[in-house]
T-cell receptor, first 112, second 116 residues
Framework: ELKVEQNPLFLSMQEGKNYTIYCNYS?????LYWYRQDPGKSLESLFV???NGAVKQEGRLMASLDTKARLSTLHITAAVHDLSATYFC????????????WGAGTKLIIKP | DAGITQSPRHKVTETGTPVTLRCHQT?????MYWYRQDPGHGLRLIHY???????DKGEVSDGYSVSRSKTEDFLLTLESATSSQTSVYFC???????????????FGSGTRLTVV
């Protein structure tokens, strides 16, 4: 069964702290996406990671991909309140070019 | 926005009635998808399309049908709505899942459907 597991599923943290969200997947894949969703809103693309060792950074967010470990991380540096949202990772299995398999999401609350 | 609209944005319907949700894009993207989002489940693919009149089932397709008669429109029909189909439905588009640019998805704003 194809699985994408995120942890933690819920994270409450203080502004200024660092933290990492993990995304493990069970299938062979070399393509992983991170999305952000604000409450009641649609999903916004954050990062596309296309190869082993890929690292992308945007502001206080940095994503990386280790295809051998089947693991991606989303690291938050010096968190600010505006980063409060739910973050999803999704992978494309190697045997499917059409479907993303999604994690359940990590709800991140950053307290001022 | 990226040129993808969903309608209606909200709908309340009765059990047993048919319901059609519309996704319209102005990007001329080949691929279109319907997802449902429920707490604790992330997004689950219902159906997808890889061209006009070319569609296929996703992981939760039972009770749903789709049609794509034009590149820009992808319709999702609940043939006989049930309470378990109460959910938020998202349409997404992508130019190419295997393109060098990454093939990321662009999502519509969602349709909140309540079946009573």
């Amino acid at each position: 069964e194809l699985k994408v597991e995120q942890n933690p599923l819920f994270l409450s943290m203080q502004e200024g702290k660092n933290y990492t969200i993990y995304c493990n997947y069970s299938t062979t894949s070399d393509r992983l996406y991170w999305y952000r969703q604000d409450p009641g809103k649609s999903l916004e693309s954050l990062f596309v990671l296309l190869s082993n060792g890929a690292v992308k950074q945007e502001g206080r967010l940095m994503a990386s991909l280790d295809t051998k470990a089947r693991l991606s991380t989303l690291h938050i540096t010096a968190a600010v309140h505006d980063l409060s949202a739910t973050y999803f990772c999704a992978v494309v299995p190697m045997d499917s070019n059409y479907q993303l398999i999604w994690g359940a999401g990590t709800k991140l609350i950053i307290k001022p | 926005d990226a040129g993808i609209t969903q309608s209606p944005r909200h709908k309340v319907t009765e059990t047993g009635t048919p319901v059609t949700l519309r996704c319209h894009q102005t990007e001329n993207h080949r691929y279109m998808y319907w997802y449902r989002q429920d707490p604790g489940h992330g997004l689950r693919l219902i159906h997808y399309s890889y061209g006009v009149k070319d569609t296929d089932k996703g992981e939760v397709s039972d009770g749903y049908s789709v049609s794509r008669s034009k590149t820009e429109d992808f319709l999702l029909t609940l043939e006989s709505a049930t309470s378990s189909q109460t959910s938020v439905y998202f349409c997404a588009i992508s130019e190419s899942i295997i393109s060098g640019q990454g093939g990321g998805y662009t999502f519509g704003s969602g349709t909140r459907l309540t079946v009573v």
